[in-house]
């Protein structure tokens, strides 16, 4: 599925777990069908103590194990995740932080319940909230790192449109008036170019890029470029 097929797709949705579906047959065409979807810190609705997901299609027995073992609060994907601000490799943990024996023991027995390639995606919300996607494959043998950046835009737009349906209060999706500039500044950022490049592109300085940056961002209640950018196409502010 085509990424903009897959944001009308989503925002065309009737429920939370018609997105899911959809974002699972996305997934799945990239080799990852194992999807866990979790609040990984405080949140005005889901418990990210307790709960160790939302919506998820990992295995049942490995839930219950995880659960069962309190790997809630041992396991370094949920303690490193809000760190973070992009998709990462859950091998590339090892290599950047000194896990300690239980959380090398929790990746490994994962591994061996058949949740290979791990990636996790965090998603960083306007109200505080650290939300978080743990994908990988049931068979293995896939590489992730040329897909990193896709799934990055394809969970945002997915965390974007499951919370609009699943809590409207919450997340409410008012009207937002982009300027001429802002929006010129914003389609630029959607087909990936830096600040300095839309600057050359616009005949500004790189410094009127951030500024114009910071208030679109706000307005959006983002906190990244992609995040932006997810929100904006969601809205129908910015086409592909």
């Known amino acids: 599925m085509r990424t903009d097929d897959f944001i009308d797709a989503t925002n065309a949705a009737a429920t939370p777990e018609?997105?899911?579906?959809?974002?699972?047959?996305?997934?799945?065409?990239?080799?990852?069908?194992?999807?866990?979807y979790a609040a990984l810190a405080e949140h005005p609705?889901?418990?990210?103590?307790?709960?160790?997901?939302?919506?998820?299609?990992?295995?049942?027995?490995w839930v219950t194990y995880y659960t069962e073992n309190g790997y809630i609060i041992k396991d370094p994907v949920r303690k490193y995740g809000p760190s973070k601000r992009t998709a990462f490799r859950w091998d590339d943990l090892a290599r950047t932080n000194r896990l300690t024996p239980i959380e090398t023991k929790v990746l490994r027995e994962a591994e061996e319940a058949g949740l290979h390639n791990g990636v996790a995606v965090p998603l960083h919300g306007p109200y505080g909230e650290v939300m978080g996607v743990g994908l990988a494959s049931s068979v293995g043998g896939v590489d992730p790192e040329p897909y990193m950046g896709l799934f990055q835009v394809l969970t945002y737009q997915f965390h974007t449109a499951f919370s609009a349906l699943a809590l409207p209060e919450i997340f409410p999706n008012g009207e937002v008036t982009l300027t001429p500039r802002e929006h010129e500044i914003l389609k630029w950022c959607a087909q990936g170019k830096s600040n300095w490049a839309i600057g050359?592109?616009?005949?500004?300085?790189?410094?009127?890029?951030?500024?114009h940056m910071r208030n679109i961002l706000r307005k959006l209640n983002a906190d990244s470029r992609v995040a932006a950018v997810v929100k904006a196409l969601h809205q129908r502010l910015i086409t592909f």
């Open 18 to 36: 018609e997105v899911f579906e959809l974002y699972e047959r996305a997934l799945a065409s990239l080799g990852y069908d194992r999807i866990l």
């Open 200 to 211: 050359e592109i616009l005949n500004i300085s790189e410094h009127g890029v951030h500024f």
């Open 45 to 61: 609705i889901w418990d990210h103590v307790n709960s160790p997901c939302v919506i998820r299609s990992y295995p049942d027995d």
